[in-house]
């Protein structure tokens, strides 16, 4: 099992570069972290991890350069299929954001 991400930046209608993603287990404990890339993609836990309950954790605080509303904006999903990749895309601006399942 796998996590993965992609930040678009809906202000721009580009990529989210550079911007911090954690991951973690429900009560806060940090799992890994790291940083989108020139695509806005972010392979955030590249090993196998539990069926459980995480979080990720996108810090459009730091990102916008403005202030923003939401200083972080927190995900959190179920991993039920151990073996399946998850891929969490957010689409993100100062003001909103929104997240699916991606693929």
Same mark, same amino acid.
């Given at each position: 099992?796998?996590?993965?991400?992609?930040?678009?930046?809906?202000?721009?209608?580009?990529?989210?570069?550079?911007?911090?993603?954690?991951?973690?287990?429900?009560?806060?404990?940090?799992?890994?972290e790291?940083?989108?890339?020139?695509? &806005?993609?972010?392979?955030?836990? %590249?090993?196998? !991890?539990? /069926?459980?309950? $995480?979080?990720?954790?996108?810090?459009?605080?730091?990102?916008f350069?403005?202030?923003?509303?939401?200083?972080?904006?927190?995900?959190?999903?179920?991993?039920?299929?151990? &073996?399946?990749?998850?891929?969490? %895309?957010?689409? !993100?601006? /100062?003001?909103? $954001?929104?997240?699916?399942?991606?693929?």
């Amino acid at each position: 099992m796998s996590v993965s991400t992609h930040v678009l930046d809906a202000t721009t209608g580009r990529p989210a570069v550079g911007l911090a993603v954690r991951l973690s287990d429900l009560d806060g404990a940090p799992l890994d972290e790291g940083h989108t890339d020139s695509d &806005g993609r972010c392979a955030i836990a %590249p090993y196998d !991890l539990e /069926p459980g309950t $995480y979080e990720l954790t996108f810090d459009s605080g730091g990102y916008f350069a403005e202030r923003t509303f939401y200083p972080s904006v927190t995900v959190t999903f179920s991993i039920h299929d151990g &073996g399946a990749h998850h891929h969490v %895309p957010l689409l !993100l601006s /100062p003001h909103s $954001y929104t997240t699916y399942r991606g693929t």
